[in-house]
């Protein structure tokens, strides 16, 4: 293909993109194959020879489309949402095209400075401590990683290359294999899985701390394990703290855990995923009030900001702390910008060497949306939310399972756990909608999360009425089987 086929193949691509995008209501939710429907599709092995883009195309419809779940359809309302924008969607095209790996200053200047910049304007919108930002000499400042997981990953392991090198200058008779086998990180025990695999790929101990009748942890609970492990001679060195949890979207309380945490010596690392992107509207920042004890913090513009996958906002408020657990300096990355003070080489922020020029996406989308933009957006899902709170609290025959404080509602029929499961069974057997469950204590719940940037009042009205009416079915159902019993 030569620049003259790319130019109409690339507008071909793109109305098909847009008309995918503008039509997603009328595609079915949730695929209908069953695991293994695309091997029989397909050649066993690559073509000899070079087949045309006008046979590729045909079979995005044929092959691909059959087996997506749409994540962008207004009847989405499963997970958290999956932002997407069309300024996001150029932006990606020019960094797909500019195509350069900016691991370093040096291998592509624009790469990095504008992330810096972009972090920095972030940081502002969610009105961050000063101390977080790169701003022109400041210690801290953000980095874009690919996921939450990531950034808590990268955290871990920075809190423990820290806290080990501060336990041998106390101790010097102890091994670093010794102080790896005391340290213990906790979190609350409503943490998404990926923390447990963040402290398993770190190789150290991980607690959780049980949270209270909000599903949120408080400073007494911290304490009191914090205590039993130190008595114990283990060494406490990294709690991490969920600000929207993945089962419920509760909030760990800040102000109680972070002047903890900072009295033991413990790093704060705030996983904020979900929930951080609501932070931009001012009625909703007071959920990150203690973020000022953090060590670093973490949103995914990619949920909630309009900004597609992958972009995880991550902000430290010693940059030291995170170059000090990575820098390695090998010859061929060295370049003589390096030890200016001005330039900043995010190879050293990561786990992986290469990465993409992100920033594009995160700089597009403010600018053409504004903040303004952005808060509307994060205001109108936050009102369907609280929509289909009151459609469920007006029918006696359900109840709500956790205060609705953004974009999610957790509600279940009153009832066992079993009735709750064949109903959801029944919501995604029908294919009209897509929903996905949580656990909160024993109870079976469902979750409801507002998703797609172009659902309406109406798609949340039409998931109430079908939902309720598959109740009532199975509910008839349900009592007939046990009154034959």
Same mark, same amino acid.
């Given at each position: 293909m030569d620049a003259a086929e790319f130019r109409k193949r690339g507008k071909e691509m793109v109305d098909y993109v847009a008309d995918y995008l503008e039509k997603i209501e009328k595609r079915q939710v949730f695929p209908d194959v069953e695991p293994g429907y695309l091997r029989p599709l397909i050649a066993d092995s690559a073509p000899q020879d070079p087949e045309s883009f006008e046979d590729v195309f045909k079979d995005i419809e044929k092959i691909i489309m059959p087996g997506v779940t749409h994540w962008h359809s207004p009847y989405f309302f499963a997970y958290f949402p999956s932002a997407s924008s069309f300024p996001a969607l150029l932006a990606d095209m020019l960094c797909g095209g500019i195509g350069c790996v900016g691991f370093s200053w040096a291998a592509s200047p624009a790469c990095t400075e %504008?992330? =810096?910049?972009?972090?920095?304007? *972030?940081? +502002?919108m969610v009105n961050l401590p000063e101390e977080f930002l790169a701003g022109k000499d400041g210690q801290g400042g953000g980095v874009i990683q690919g996921s /939450?997981?990531?950034? =808590? %990953?990268i955290? *871990?392991?920075? /809190?423990? =290359? +820290?806290t080990i090198r501060q336990v041998q200058s106390e101790k010097p008779e102890l091994t670093e294999a010794e102080i790896m086998g005391r340290l213990v990180a906790y979190a609350s025990d409503q943490a998404h899985s990926s923390v447990e695999r963040a402290a398993l790929i770190g190789a150290v101990k991980i607690k959780n701390v049980p949270s209270d009748d909000t599903f949120s942890v408080c400073g007494s609970a911290l304490k009191k394990v914090l205590d039993e492990d130190k008595a114990a001679g283990l060494i406490p060195f990294f709690f991490c703290a969920t600000l929207g949890t993945t089962s419920c979207c509760s909030f760990d309380k800040l102000l109680e855990l972070g002047p903890i945490c900072n009295k033991e010596n413990i790093w704060m690392h705030i996983d904020a995923a979900y929930a951080g992107s609501a932070f931009i509207c001012p009625e909703f920042r007071h959920l990150l009030n203690g973020v000022e004890f953090a060590d670093s913090f973490n949103f995914n513009p990619h949920k909630w900001l309009l900004v597609n996958f992958d972009c995880s906002a991550m902000w430290v408020k010693k940059r030291s702390d995170l170059i000090g657990a990575f820098k390695l300096e090998p010859l061929y990355l060295q370049h003589h910008h390096q030890e200016s003070g001005l330039v900043t080489d995010y190879r050293h922020w990561q786990i992986p060497l290469g990465r993409r020029f992100r920033s594009l996406k995160l700089w597009f989308v403010l600018r053409m949306y504004g903040v303004k933009g952005l808060q509307e957006h994060i205001r109108k899902h936050i009102g369907l939310s609280h929509q289909f709170e009151r459609l469920v609290l007006q029918d006696e025959r359900f109840e709500i399972c956790a205060e609705v404080v953004l974009g999610l509602v957790c509600f279940r029929l009153k009832g066992s756990n079993e009735l709750n499961e064949a109903l959801l069974k029944s919501i995604n057997d029908a294919k009209k909608i897509h929903l996905v469950p949580c656990h909160l204590r024993e109870k079976f719940v469902l979750r409801f999360a507002i998703c797609s940037r172009t659902v309406e009042s109406t798609h949340i009205k039409f998931a109430w009425q079908h939902i309720s009416q598959l109740a009532t079915d199975l509910l008839k159902t349900w009592e007939q089987n046990h009154h034959q019993q």
């Amino acid at each position: 293909m030569d620049a003259a086929e790319f130019r109409k193949r690339g507008k071909e691509m793109v109305d098909y993109v847009a008309d995918y995008l503008e039509k997603i209501e009328k595609r079915q939710v949730f695929p209908d194959v069953e695991p293994g429907y695309l091997r029989p599709l397909i050649a066993d092995s690559a073509p000899q020879d070079p087949e045309s883009f006008e046979d590729v195309f045909k079979d995005i419809e044929k092959i691909i489309m059959p087996g997506v779940t749409h994540w962008h359809s207004p009847y989405f309302f499963a997970y958290f949402p999956s932002a997407s924008s069309f300024p996001a969607l150029l932006a990606d095209m020019l960094c797909g095209g500019i195509g350069c790996v900016g691991f370093s200053w040096a291998a592509s200047p624009a790469c990095t400075e %504008l992330e =810096t910049v972009m972090m920095d304007w *972030l940081g +502002k919108m969610v009105n961050l401590p000063e101390e977080f930002l790169a701003g022109k000499d400041g210690q801290g400042g953000g980095v874009i990683q690919g996921s /939450a997981s990531e950034a =808590t %990953l990268i955290a *871990l392991l920075a /809190a423990r =290359t +820290k806290t080990i090198r501060q336990v041998q200058s106390e101790k010097p008779e102890l091994t670093e294999a010794e102080i790896m086998g005391r340290l213990v990180a906790y979190a609350s025990d409503q943490a998404h899985s990926s923390v447990e695999r963040a402290a398993l790929i770190g190789a150290v101990k991980i607690k959780n701390v049980p949270s209270d009748d909000t599903f949120s942890v408080c400073g007494s609970a911290l304490k009191k394990v914090l205590d039993e492990d130190k008595a114990a001679g283990l060494i406490p060195f990294f709690f991490c703290a969920t600000l929207g949890t993945t089962s419920c979207c509760s909030f760990d309380k800040l102000l109680e855990l972070g002047p903890i945490c900072n009295k033991e010596n413990i790093w704060m690392h705030i996983d904020a995923a979900y929930a951080g992107s609501a932070f931009i509207c001012p009625e909703f920042r007071h959920l990150l009030n203690g973020v000022e004890f953090a060590d670093s913090f973490n949103f995914n513009p990619h949920k909630w900001l309009l900004v597609n996958f992958d972009c995880s906002a991550m902000w430290v408020k010693k940059r030291s702390d995170l170059i000090g657990a990575f820098k390695l300096e090998p010859l061929y990355l060295q370049h003589h910008h390096q030890e200016s003070g001005l330039v900043t080489d995010y190879r050293h922020w990561q786990i992986p060497l290469g990465r993409r020029f992100r920033s594009l996406k995160l700089w597009f989308v403010l600018r053409m949306y504004g903040v303004k933009g952005l808060q509307e957006h994060i205001r109108k899902h936050i009102g369907l939310s609280h929509q289909f709170e009151r459609l469920v609290l007006q029918d006696e025959r359900f109840e709500i399972c956790a205060e609705v404080v953004l974009g999610l509602v957790c509600f279940r029929l009153k009832g066992s756990n079993e009735l709750n499961e064949a109903l959801l069974k029944s919501i995604n057997d029908a294919k009209k909608i897509h929903l996905v469950p949580c656990h909160l204590r024993e109870k079976f719940v469902l979750r409801f999360a507002i998703c797609s940037r172009t659902v309406e009042s109406t798609h949340i009205k039409f998931a109430w009425q079908h939902i309720s009416q598959l109740a009532t079915d199975l509910l008839k159902t349900w009592e007939q089987n046990h009154h034959q019993q």
